[in-house]
């Protein structure tokens, strides 16, 4: 942190503080109240943590104004057009471009730790096979730190390095593994042969009575998918996952909450329900009825995958997502589907209209992701967890530079405390 010799001057009362402030390499500047109840006896009060930095990181940067998305410094559309998926994550959690050495040797590491603890099949077996694939996930992610007892130690960095490969490797086979137990169909296990996109769509539509030939042109697609999705700086299922790291949580119980929180339609769980709505609008002609709904504040309904807490602009991952899905259309012959032509007519009326124009509401990277992945085959139900596996870097990134951060505390908010104060208990014999 620089600038520690500027201040903000804040009164109240009778008292004056000199808070320290910092620049950030990009970005507003921040002022820093960690000493304000400490030397002010006052807190701040900032529900959804609107303006509020909870860390500092050197992971990922989003202007939300210009809608600019950098990982480690490197714009997100030049790494979904030029790099790939495993590239992306050692960027993520290493800092730095890999030589293509490095890369080979961490690709090895990855593909060595794909398959599951056997027994881990019999956990599966516990679930109805109608359960939410997110909701397997969850438990199943979880259970890992009853499988792998020699990567829960945080406080050694290669327990910490084992348990961040280890779950990076298994997620997209325990997410498949949840999709072929929800259609009755057995398990795939992984192909080291092939690259992460690949094995997983493999691990999710190959049958044993036919050999399954990845279509290369839908495994960039995916790979691309997994790319946009990595990181997200400080969101909503990231700083669960520090908020629960914080308390020296073993890294597999850290990422289920992450997947926990991930799950909401306001967070991952937006791609299925933006879906949902697509479907549910049906035909072009029934758009404007939508629109109004949205607008209505009397009516709870929202255009799902419109709107972001830090893009006032387009997001990026939108602008790449929306292309993904006419190459993959196209590619499947089905370029006049309705969904997307309803898509994209939504889209264009809402980009018009004052309400989503003066509420800078842009269409998010949930809009346009679940088209290509109904596309390739995916029920909806499978959106969330193609997020939840593609963030599964993103969150170990954070939840490692966390522990490698010595400033960092266990997370514990205070409170505008509005209830009752002491008053004394009365016997139930006497209300
Ligand atoms: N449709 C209609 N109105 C909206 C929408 C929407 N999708 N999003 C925000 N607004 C309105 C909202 O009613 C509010 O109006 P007013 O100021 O008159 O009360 C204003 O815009 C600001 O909304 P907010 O809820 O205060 O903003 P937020 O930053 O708390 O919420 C959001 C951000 C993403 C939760 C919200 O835009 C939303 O619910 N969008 C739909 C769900 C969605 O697509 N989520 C995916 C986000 S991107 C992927 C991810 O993060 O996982």
């Known amino acids: 942190m620089?600038?520690?010799?500027?201040?903000?001057?804040?009164?109240?009362?009778?008292?004056?503080?000199?808070?320290?402030?910092?620049?950030?390499?990009?970005?507003?500047?921040v002022i820093d109240i960690r000493r304000l109840y400490a030397?002010?006896?006052?807190?701040?009060?900032?529900?959804?943590?609107?303006?509020?930095?909870?860390?500092?990181?050197?992971?990922?940067?989003?202007?939300?104004?210009?809608?600019?998305?950098?990982?480690?410094?490197?714009?997100?559309?030049?790494?979904?057009?030029?790099?790939?998926y495993t590239e992306v994550c050692y960027i993520l959690l290493y800092g730095e471009l890999p030589t293509p050495e490095q890369l080979k040797i961490f690709e090895q590491k990855i593909t060595k730790h794909t398959m599951v603890h056997d027994q881990m099949q019999h956990l599966f077996r516990g679930f109805r096979r109608d359960a939410h694939p997110m909701a397997?996930?969850?438990?199943?992610?979880?259970?890992?730190?009853?499988?792998?007892?020699?990567s829960t130690d945080i406080s050694d960095p290669d327990q910490r390095e084992i348990a961040s490969i280890r779950m990076i490797a298994k997620v997209p086979t325990i997410a498949a593994m949840a999709y072929k137990y929800s259609v009755g169909q057995p398990f795939v296990q992984p192909r080291n042969d092939l690259d992460y996109a690949s094995n997983f769509l493999r691990m999710c539509f190959a049958v044993p009575a036919e050999d399954y030939v990845v279509n290369p042109i839908l495994a960039k697609a995916m790979d691309r998918i997994f790319t946009l999705h990595a990181?997200?700086?400080?969101?909503?299922?990231?700083?669960?996952?520090?908020?629960?790291?914080?308390?020296?949580?073993?890294?597999?119980?850290?990422?289920?909450a992450g997947i926990a929180c991930l799950w909401g339609p306001a967070h991952g769980g937006a791609n299925q329900a933006c879906l949902e709505m697509l479907r549910e609008i049906g035909t072009v002609d029934r758009i404007?009825?939508?629109?109004?709904?949205?607008?209505?504040?009397?009516?709870?309904?929202?255009?799902?995958?419109?709107?972001?807490?830090?893009?006032?602009?387009?997001?990026?991952?939108?602008?790449?997502m929306k292309e993904s899905a006419d190459e993959v259309l196209e590619l499947m012959g089905i370029e006049n589907n309705e969904t997307l032509k309803i898509a994209k007519e939504l889209e264009r009326i809402a980009l018009e209209d004052e309400y989503f124009v003066s509420k800078k509401l842009y269409p998010n990277v949930d809009f346009y992701s679940g088209i290509i992945l109904d596309a390739m085959g995916f029920p909806t139900s499978m959106f969330t967890p193609v997020f939840a596996l593609s963030r599964t870097v993103g969150w170990i990134s954070q939840w490692q530079e966390m522990l490698g951060d010595p400033?960092?505390?266990?997370?514990?908010?205070?409170?505008?405390?509005?209830?009752?104060?002491?008053?004394?208990?009365?016997?139930?014999?006497?209300?």
């Not at 609107?50 to 990922?60: E, K, N, R």
């Not at 890992?144 to 007892?149: G, Q, R, T, V």
């Not at 607008?295 to 602008?319: C, E």
């Open 288 to 320: 404007p009825e939508y629109v109004a709904r949205a607008k209505d504040k009397s009516d709870p309904f929202r255009l799902m995958g419109f709107g972001h807490r830090v893009y006032k602009n387009f997001d990026p991952r939108a602008k790449v």
């Open 2 to 29: 620089t600038d520690e010799k500027r201040t903000a001057t804040l009164t109240f009362d009778d008292t004056t503080l000199e808070l320290p402030m910092y620049s950030p390499s990009a970005g507003p500047d």
């Open 39 to 84: 030397d002010g006896k006052v807190f701040t009060y900032d529900p959804g943590f609107t303006s509020t930095a909870s860390c500092d990181s050197t992971i990922t940067y989003i202007d939300g104004d210009k809608g600019e998305l950098l990982y480690r410094g490197y714009p997100i559309d030049q790494l979904a057009e030029s790099s790939h």
């Open 231 to 256: 990181d997200h700086e400080q969101n909503a299922s990231t700083s669960t996952v520090r908020l629960a790291g914080s308390s020296g949580a073993n890294p597999f119980a850290c990422i289920a």
């Open 407 to 431: 400033q960092s505390k266990i997370g514990r908010p205070r409170q505008l405390y509005q209830g009752a104060t002491s008053r004394d208990y009365v016997d139930i014999a006497k209300r």
């Open 136 to 150: 397997i996930m969850c438990g199943v992610v979880g259970a890992l730190s009853a499988f792998y007892h020699d």
